[in-house]
């Protein structure tokens, strides 16, 4: 499986990203030397919302269009899955 992501960052900020494995990755964007640069300097991160996604060319389009919504529509995607 395929899965697109939201963290919240320590700096309220919210990042979005693909994964096969979102427990890992936020692992990774917590403790990894490896990882996104940006999640690096706004540690600790939390795990708001994935989505699964059946196809990995389905994770990458729908990780653009959530990365091209703003911050209010991001937190009401976040606020709609719980």
Do not use: F
Not at 4 to 24: E, F, H, K, N, W
Not at 44 to 59: K, Q
């Amino acid at each position: 499986m395929h899965y697109v992501y939201i963290v919240s960052c320590a700096d309220q900020t919210l990042y979005t990203g693909y994964t096969t494995d979102p427990a890992r990755r936020v692992h990774e964007h917590n403790h990894a030397r490896t990882g996104a640069r940006y999640t690096k300097m706004r540690r600790p991160v939390e795990l708001v919302y994935s989505e699964t996604c059946i196809t990995l060319s389905e994770a990458l389009k729908r990780e653009v269009m959530i990365k091209k919504m703003t911050k209010k529509e991001k937190q009401k995607l976040v606020q709609s899955s719980r």
